[in-house]
């Protein structure tokens, strides 16, 4: 697909963060006196908004699942933000699409400061001409939302040279309701039927994968 603009979700799509998102959810279960969650359980909050995760699968309030949300970005913020790895592959990504003058950003729903950090440590920060995540004041922070910011910081013309790579169904509905394509990929956290089953454009198995898909 002949494309300029590459926007790439963050968690399960640049870095496996689960190790840092897994133990700031058991703490913040254990001070609010909730019984802990299984792994497949915890899976589920990696992608979409935290605070909407915790009303859906926890039954929280509104009230409830904020205030579990500033609970777990302490504990995130405290350790969970370091326990994380880069894919395999995924510089490699970075420097061939830059290499061919695509224009890469990162549209996430985790927190911009934490995205910015962990992009930081890894010293990816020169492939990406926007970095763009939730706001930890509350407000619209679902993929579209991120997503169209980050679409007018790039000052994009067309939607139709912009795509958005991402591993759950959370980023193939963002990008739909973006009016831009998504490829999905299979190494994060999604499944390969959910992705498809929400209409993204191409599969891909690997960083390289996605590199190859890209004209």
């Known amino acids: 697909m002949q494309k300029q603009y590459i926007f790439f979700d963050f968690d399960g799509t640049l870095v496996d963060s689960s190790e840092g998102i897994f133990y ?3 703490n913040a279960l254990k001070e609010l006196n909730i019984p802990p969650l299984s792994v497949l359980q915890k899976r589920k909050f990696i ?20 205030f579990a949300t500033k609970i777990f970005r302490k504990y995130y913020r405290e350790k969970g933000t370091y326990l994380h790895k880069l894919y395999n592959g995924v510089e490699e990504m970075l420097e061939s699409l830059k290499q061919r003058g695509k ?11 934490f995205a910015k950090l962990i992009i930081e440590n890894y010293g990816l920060s020169d492939y990406f001409s926007v970095i763009s995540g939730s706001n930890q004041n509350g407000g ?8 169209t910011r980050a679409i007018e910081k790039l000052n994009v013309k ?16 963002g990008a739909n309701q973006t009016g831009i ?16 089953r929400f209409g993204v454009s191409a599969i ?12």
């Not at 992608?47 to 909407?52: A, R, V």
């Not at 891909?204 to 004209?215: E, G, M």
């Open 24 to 26: 700031s959810i058991d």
């Open 47 to 66: 992608g979409p908004p935290l605070e909407k995760s915790f009303e859906k699968y926890l039954n929280l309030s509104e009230e409830q699942a904020l």
């Open 103 to 113: 224009t890469l950003a990162v549209a996430t729903s985790k927190p911009e400061v």
């Open 140 to 147: 619209d922070n679902s993929k579209k939302e991120v997503l």
């Open 158 to 173: 067309n939607l139709e040279e912009c795509v958005l790579v991402g591993d759950t169904e959370n980023d193939a509905l």
């Open 181 to 196: 394509e998504c490829i999905g990929v299979l190494y994060g956290f999604g499944s390969k039927e959910e992705l498809l």
């Open 204 to 215: 891909a198995k690997t960083p390289k994968d996605v590199a190859k898909l890209i004209d």
